[in-house]
């Protein structure tokens, strides 16, 4: 794991740069607890940015609050309150910060719409959740979302993501020239084909969206985004994206240890544990939580039949979105003292 962090988000272009990232951890953490492995991954990865926004948080704020004690003393976060109204899925989101690199700047909210921009009279399903953070030179405010993925009544799906992720975009774009800041527009977007009409709707209004691989486990859908409106020049700084991508965790989790393992080469090049190492590891494991794990509370076992579970065992202990980071510029002090230069 940290093997491949070291190759990707870990390698920074800049010492002094900024590590946004973002990831839906999948019902996190709904229903039966992670298994105490699962948990130390997604601590890991979480741990190789700055800064991370978490869709999908379910109502109990106890294995958000374990993360950020395995990641650390020098790790916070800031969550919104639990939708409970239809469509909500009884959702939160979160931004988990390193507080040596970022600092909270006091404004957090929510966003909801005047009537007037609404379609139907509906607000976005899962409101909106925002944050102003500042690192070094760099004042930004993120904007976290989980758009609808499943109308109702009939409704196009693809029509109905698109106007709550135009609606959104928009607000987005708007509040960055009206307040002078960069806002950045993070999250599930659910968007299936990197040119359809949603993420026309989110690229539309003038956000700058960089290009990302697919984030589905599949590696055929484009629903994460992470994208950023800045504000025409006013004698402000700019922020500088200097790196960016997809993190895909699957080959660098679970299975058994790998004594004498070389991983001094590309992530592509190492030799991984295979399948069937993996499901002879992992199904006493996975008969214990069924049967024995005292943090068990779910009056189910997925994994009873675990050869037949195990092509989601991924997905459930981990999540079915792999996240995405920026590396963002933050130190602009050379700009900054240029200005005051006399040719």
């Known amino acids: 794991m940290r093997h491949d962090l070291s190759q990707s988000i870990a390698q920074r272009k800049d010492p002094d740069s900024l590590i946004i990232g973002s990831w839906n951890l999948v019902a996190f953490d709904g229903g039966r607890p992670r298994l105490d492995e699962s948990m130390h991954y997604i601590a890991e990865i979480i741990g190789a940015m700055d800064i991370c926004a978490i869709q999908e948080i379910k109502p109990e704020l106890g294995p958000l609050k374990r993360l950020c004690k395995l990641l650390g003393d020098h790790w916070d976060f800031l969550v919104s309150d639990a939708g409970h109204h239809e469509g909500s899925n009884d959702e939160r989101m979160a931004f988990v910060y390193n507080t040596n690199k970022v ?7 929510e966003i ?5 921009d609404l379609t139907q009279d509906r607000q976005l399903v899962r409101t909106p959740y925002f944050a102003s953070f500042q690192s070094g030179w760099f004042k930004f405010v993120l904007t976290t979302a989980h758009i609808i993925f499943d109308a109702e009544d009939g409704e196009d799906d693809l029509e109905r993501r698109a106007g709550e992720v135009g609606l ?3 607000e987005v774009v708007k509040r960055a020239k009206k307040e002078g800041e960069v806002y950045v527009l993070l999250g599930d977007f659910n968007i299936p084909k990197a040119h359809d009409i949603v993420m026309k709707a989110l690229s539309g209004p003038g956000l700058n969206v960089p290009e990302f691989e697919p984030s589905n486990l599949a590696r055929d859908k484009h629903y994460d985004q992470i994208a950023f409106a800045v504000p025409k020049d006013k004698g402000r700084l700019k922020s500088d994206i200097l790196n960016h991508g997809v993190f895909d965790w699957r080959n660098a989790v679970f299975g058994p240890h790998q004594p004498g393992a070389d991983f001094s080469t590309d992530p592509a090049e190492v ?6 190492d993996n499901l002879k590891h992992y199904e006493p494991i996975a008969a214990w939580n069924n049967s024995e794990n005292p943090k068990n509370d779910s009056k189910t076992a997925p994994y009873a039949n675990f050869k037949r579970s195990y092509t989601t065992f991924m997905k ?3 999540s079915d979105h792999l996240p995405l980071w920026v590396e963002i510029k933050t130190d602009y002090s050379k700009e900054y003292l240029q200005r005051f230069l006399k040719d």
């Open 168 to 170: 959104l975009a928009q």
């Open 112 to 116: 909801v719409f005047p009537k007037n």
């Open 103 to 109: 600092q909270f700047r006091s404004l957090v909210g």
């Open 271 to 276: 030799e991984r544990i295979s399948d069937a």
């Open 316 to 318: 459930t202990e981990m």
